[in-house]
């Protein structure tokens, strides 16, 4: 199974910890971090095959998840972001798809199915 690069951008060092551990686990190389500022450098240092994308970082920040999707869609606009929140409302779901996420996941993230989730993802199936 070939490597696949992930860019991991969670404020939650629990949430950050499990899924890079089990993602990493099942062959994935991921870089996790946990600002929107920290992201930026690992975006353009290197082409990760996705993003996977908290939208609420930090009680205050949910504009500036829609804005970070929107900022990398534009500069990459066939890379795969899949968005995760706690929140579930419906309206975000559907600003995020139309955004250009590939995928709106619910948080807590299910640790089973989420490697092939993702790999489907990046395949595009």
Avoid: C
């Avoid at 062959?27 to 920290?38: L, M, R, Y």
């Avoid at 996977?52 to 606009?77: C, M, N, Q, V």
């Avoid at 619910?106 to 993702?118: H, M, N, S, T």
């Amino acid at each position: 199974m070939a490597v696949l690069h992930l860019l991991y951008i969670e404020d939650e060092p629990d949430h950050r910890n499990l899924v890079t551990w089990v993602l990493s686990d099942a062959g994935w190389d991921v870089k996790s971090v946990s600002t929107i500022e920290e992201a930026g450098p690992l975006l353009e240092q290197s082409w990760p095959h996705m993003v996977l994308l908290d939208l609420h970082l930090g009680w205050s920040a949910t504009e500036a998840g829609f804005d970070t999707l929107r900022t990398i869609k534009e500069a990459y606009p066939d890379l795969p972001v899949v968005v995760t929140s706690v929140s579930d409302f419906p309206d975000w779901t559907q600003r995020a798809l139309a955004l250009g996420a590939a995928a709106f996941i619910r948080k807590p993230v299910k640790i089973e199915g989420i490697d092939a989730q993702l790999r489907r993802l990046v395949a595009g199936v």
